[in-house]
């Protein structure tokens, strides 16, 4: 199993930026799926974006062109680089490592868009 440790929540102004950290250990992070995911107060969490083992990256419709998701395998952490940050983009965000059918999540950092 892989434990995930996230970072780089803030309060941010609308328009601002925020790179998100999810740093993992305990297993081999190359072998995992990587996905961001966030849940905003009274609403399902939903799939942000997504960066596979080889590399291919996936966004959602809302983090198209405005975040960029990346990892560094010898630092064993995913990253998610976020721009233009609007009041929607409030939530906790979280990160999940997924092989083989399995998958690990990890506790979550907080953004707040807000002036």
């Known amino acids: 199993q892989v434990h995930l440790v996230e970072s780089g929540g803030a309060l941010v102004q609308p328009g601002g930026s925020l790179r998100l950290s999810c740093a993992a250990s305990g297993d081999i992070f190359s072998m995992y799926t990587m996905d961001w995911y966030r849940q905003a107060p009274g609403k399902q969490r939903e799939w942000v974006a997504g960066?596979?083992?080889?590399?291919?990256?996936y966004y959602s419709d809302s983090a198209k062109g405005r975040h960029t998701v990346s990892r560094d395998n010898a630092k064993n952490t995913m990253y998610l680089q976020m721009l233009t940050l609007k009041h929607k983009d409030t939530a906790d965000y979280c990160c999940?490592?997924?092989?083989?059918?399995?998958?690990?999540w990890g506790r979550g950092t907080q953004i707040t868009v807000s002036s």
């Open positions: 999940r490592a997924s092989v083989a059918g399995q998958a690990n």
């Open positions: 960066i596979t083992r080889g590399g291919n990256r």
